[in-house]
């Protein structure tokens, strides 16, 4: 009788539903409405915006449509506003994937993974952090001080020592280098 209605193998449940997207004035908001969220348990994603809504925050946290009410309740009891909540009715409303993983040279002898603008890239043989780019935050050039020929995963974390886009950004690239490498 409900046939349909079953849950899929291999996706969270929720990618399988309507989605909606929040979108904010600035990174800052996304940065908090995404800690509010995952320590509520929200399974969220932060993702690039779709170009139709872009608004010069370059970032927006993609949720479970089906959710929008206790998810913005969550937000309103800290005080944080999205500017919209927008149905992913279409594809032209896809959020962005800010990962983007590449090996160079014809070997793979590196590996680099870029999120948004910034990336790191790794000898695979060594696990040494060959490369830290990307970005226009003045602390780009300190978190390539700190972690360009350290160990993967003897490096400072980007989040414990930067406080910029450009830090939150490469956080990301790095965890994802931590789960490939």
Known sequence: MFKGFGKKKGKPDWENRDRGILVFENTGDVIRAENVLKAKGW????????????TGCDLVIEFPLIEELAVMRNLTEVRIKPVQVVPVSSALLEPVDLLQVKEFDKYGKYLMVRAANMKITVDRDTLLIVNISGGGCPDVPYLAGQMVNRHLHEAPKPKDIGHTLCAYALQIAYDRMVEIC
């Open 43 to 54: 399974n969220i994603r932060v993702m690039g915006p779709p170009p139709e809504i872009r």
